[in-house]
C-alpha cells in the first residue's frame, strides 16, 4: 500500500509539474530558460501522462492564444461545446494543423533534434510513439516495482491528465471562476483548478500575461509552480525569468513581460531567440505569416528551386515587416 501512496504522489506531481513548467511556461511561452537536460527532465513529466508530443502539444497552445475563445479558431474553447474544450478536441478535432503550420508556429521547437523525434514526422505518428513509450513505461515499473507500484502511476498519471484538460475548460467557464483583468476572452481565475494544476487555474492572469513565469499574481493564489521555479531560481538553476511591470500588475494596461518587441529585435539581430519566436503567436504583434527565415526550417519542398524560393519568398516577408 505505501508503494501504491508513493508512486501516486510521485507520478501525480511530475506529470503536473511537467505539463505546467515543462510544456506550458517552458515551451509554450518561454517564461524562463532552464539547462538543456532540465529542461527535457520537465518535458518529459507531460510526455509521459499521455499529453502527446512537445510539437503537437505546444503548437494548440499557442493557437489557444491566438484565438482564445474564437469558435472553430480556437482548439478547445467551450463555445464549441463544453465536452469539445475538455477532451473532445483531441479525439475530434476541429482545428486541424498540418505539417506546414506546425513549422510555422512552433519553430523554435524545430530547431531541437529532441523534439523534431518526438514528433516522429507527424501525421499521427507523434501520438503512436508516445502511447508505445508510455506503454512500455509502465511495464518496466510493473517489472521493477510490481502490481501496487503500476497501479498508483496509472492513477496519479490519469490525474496529471485530466488537470490540464480542466484548465482548457473549467477556467473558460464564467461561471466557475472570477476576473482580475479584462481579457478578450472568457478566461477565468479558478481556485479548485489552480489547486489540481499546480497554479495554472489562475487563468485570467495568465492569458492577460502569457509570458508570465508566475501565475498567482495576488497574494492569495497560491501557484505551486512558481514556488518549484523560485527554488530553482535559488540554486540558480532557472535563469531569464520573465514577470509583468509592476504597473501593468496594478492597472489594466496592456503589458508584455519583460520582453522585446519581436519586430524591434528582428531589426537588430539576426539571432532571433526561442523566447522571441514563441512570443509571436501570443503577443499578436505580428498577424502576418511569420518571418523569421534564417532560424525556421525550411518548408517541404519536392525540389532545389522550390526550396529557393520559398527562402526568397520568406526574405521578402523579413524585409516588409521590418520596413514597418
Ligand atoms: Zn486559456
Ligand atoms: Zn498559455
Not at 505551486?224 to 523560485?230: K, M, P, T
Request: hydrophobic share 40%.
Amino acid at each position: 500500500m505505501e508503494i501504491f501512496l508513493i508512486a501516486f504522489v510521485l507520478s501525480y506531481t511530475y506529470g503536473v509539474l511537467g505539463i505546467s513548467i515543462g510544456y506550458h511556461r517552458g515551451l509554450s511561452h518561454r517564461s524562463f530558460k532552464l539547462p538543456r537536460l532540465l529542461e527535457y527532465f520537465f518535458v518529459m513529466g507531460g510526455y509521459l501522462v499521455f499529453e502527446g508530443g512537445p510539437i503537437f502539444w505546444v503548437a494548440s497552445h499557442r493557437l489557444h492564444h491566438r484565438y482564445s475563445d474564437v469558435p472553430g479558431k480556437d482548439p478547445h474553447t467551450p463555445l464549441d461545446g463544453a465536452w469539445h474544450s475538455f477532451l473532445g478536441w483531441m479525439s475530434k478535432p476541429i482545428v486541424k494543423i498540418s505539417e506546414d503550420q506546425y513549422r510555422l508556429i512552433v519553430p523554435d521547437l524545430y530547431r531541437d533534434p529532441f523534439y523534431r523525434f518526438l514528433h516522429a514526422g507527424g501525421g499521427n505518428n507523434d501520438g503512436y510513439l508516445c502511447l508505445a513509450i508510455n506503454v512500455a513505461l509502465r511495464l518496466g515499473i510493473l517489472t521493477a516495482f510490481g502490481p501496487w507500484a503500476l497501479l498508483g502511476n496509472v492513477l496519479g498519471s490519469v490525474g496529471a491528465f485530466i488537470a490540464p484538460l480542466l484548465v482548457n475548460s473549467i477556467c473558460h467557464m464564467p461561471k466557475y471562476g472570477y476576473q482580475n483583468y479584462k481579457t478578450n476572452d472568457l478566461s477565468q481565475n479558478v481556485w479548485f483548478v489552480a489547486i489540481a494544476s499546480f497554479g495554472e487555474g489562475w487563468h485570467n492572469n495568465h492569458h492577460k500575461f502569457p509570458q508570465s513565469a508566475r501565475h498567482g499574481l495576488r497574494p492569495i493564489e497560491y501557484d505551486f509552480s512558481w514556488s518549484v521555479l523560485s527554488l530553482l531560481k535559488l540554486f540558480g538553476l532557472v535563469q531569464n525569468i520573465r514577470l509583468p511591470r509592476e504597473t501593468a500588475l496594478q492597472g489594466n494596461e496592456v503589458a508584455v513581460a519583460n520582453t522585446v518587441d519581436p519586430v524591434v529585435l528582428a531589426r537588430t539581430s539576426k539571432e532571433v531567440s526561442d523566447e522571441t519566436l514563441a512570443d509571436r503567436y501570443s503577443a499578436e504583434l505580428l498577424d502576418e505569416q511569420p518571418a523569421f527565415e534564417d532560424q525556421t526550417l525550411p518548408l517541404k519542398a519536392t525540389s532545389e528551386e522550390a526550396a529557393a524560393k520559398h527562402r526568397k519568398s520568406q526574405k521578402d516577408r523579413v524585409v516588409a515587416i521590418t520596413k514597418r
